[in-house]
């Protein structure tokens, strides 16, 4: 983990301002392919760790009409496509219009760009461990973070981020939440994590340490990273091959995991019934 990715803050303020008085379009809100890897680490009782490469997109939702131009279909087949059904409601309804109905009701004043960073579909399919809403205001500050989690049983839950007074996310705080929601069957549904996150134009990290309140330190760390670049076709159809079958294994992975963990004898948890409320914060 390069940590240094936190200390470029200033690279959160770069933005795109129209001359006639429209909102401030943040560079970290323009459309990006994020080239990078998904890491893991677990501590105890048996230690485990991954490093995948990987690669996400960056999607202004206000502009998804221009994914067909950009070489992504949208809501269509294709070799690399983006659904809407595969997010928010999931029933394909508009994204943004849910997006910004829930911070409505959450009470977060997020006026500007929001922007989706998640996995698309290759060939027909995928699967999103993790997705982040990340929720400008109209001056491009960070208002908010909506993170999505998606277990492999056919469930989803949302961490809201935000803080209470009001006030900016800055890259490299750390941004607490409870957990409610079963991921893993190797993790008890307790504890808390601790999100942080780099909102730079050409880099973006998410990190995220499980506590488990059995010791002082996490026990997982993961985190996503990428470096941007074009969101063009030509660079879209190469991803089929330098990525091919990337979102099957996605899931296969996850399963090989599993399968680490189970040799190793770490302790199984029996699924619980989802949380009530879909977000949580």
């Known amino acids: 983990?390069?940590?240094?990715?936190?200390a470029d803050?200033?690279?959160?303020?770069?933005?795109?301002?129209?001359?006639?008085?429209?909102?401030?379009v943040p560079a970290a809100a323009e459309f990006a392919l994020l080239h990078g890897d998904v890491?893991?680490?677990?501590?105890?009782?048996?230690?485990?760790?991954?490093?995948?490469p990987a690669f996400s997109l960056r999607l202004p939702l206000s502009r998804l009409a221009e994914l067909p131009t950009r070489g992504i279909a949208h809501n269509a087949r294709g070799a690399v496509s983006f659904h809407d059904r595969d997010h928010g409601a999931r029933d394909g309804s508009p994204l943004e219009a849910w997006i910004r109905a829930?911070?409505?009701?959450?009470g977060i004043e997020a006026d500007g760009e929001i922007v989706l960073h998640a996995f698309?579909?290759?060939l027909g399919y995928v699967f999103n461990p993790?997705?982040?809403w990340?929720?400008?205001?109209?001056?491009?500050?960070?208002?908010?973070?909506?993170?999505?989690?998606?277990?492999t049983f056919g469930e989803c839950h949302n961490y809201l981020l935000a803080h209470p007074d009001g006030r900016a996310l800055t890259s490299g705080e750390t941004l607490p939440a409870c957990?409610?929601?079963?991921?893993?069957?190797?993790?008890?549904?307790?504890g808390r994590y601790a999100f942080r996150f780099h909102f730079g134009a050409d880099r973006w990290l998410a990190r995220i340490d499980y506590f488990d309140d059995d010791g002082p330190l996490p026990l997982l760390e993961t985190s996503v990273s990428g470096r941007a670049a074009p969101v063009e076709p030509a660079a879209v159809r190469s991803l089929v091959w330098r990525y091919r079958l990337f979102t099957f294994g996605v899931v296969a992975r996850i399963h090989w995991q599993a399968l680490r963990l189970f040799v190793k004898r770490v302790p199984f948890f029996a699924k619980p019934a989802p949380p009530p409320q879909r977000t949580t914060r």
Not at 9 to 24: C, E, F, N
Not at 102 to 106: G, K, P, S, V
Not at 134 to 151: F, I, K, P, Q, T
């Open 102 to 106: 829930l911070l409505a009701a959450e």
């Open 134 to 151: 990340v929720c400008h205001d109209v001056n491009g500050a960070v208002r908010a973070v909506l993170c999505e989690v998606c277990n």
């Open 1 to 6: 983990m390069n940590t240094t990715l936190f």
């Open 9 to 24: 803050i200033g690279a959160t303020r770069t933005a795109r301002r129209s001359s006639d008085g429209a909102p401030t």
């Open 39 to 52: 890491m893991h680490r677990r501590r105890r009782p048996a230690a485990n760790a991954f490093n995948y």
């Open 130 to 132: 993790v997705s982040f």
């Open 179 to 190: 957990k409610v929601f079963h991921v893993s069957p190797f993790c008890d549904v307790k």
């Open 120 to 122: 698309p579909r290759m």
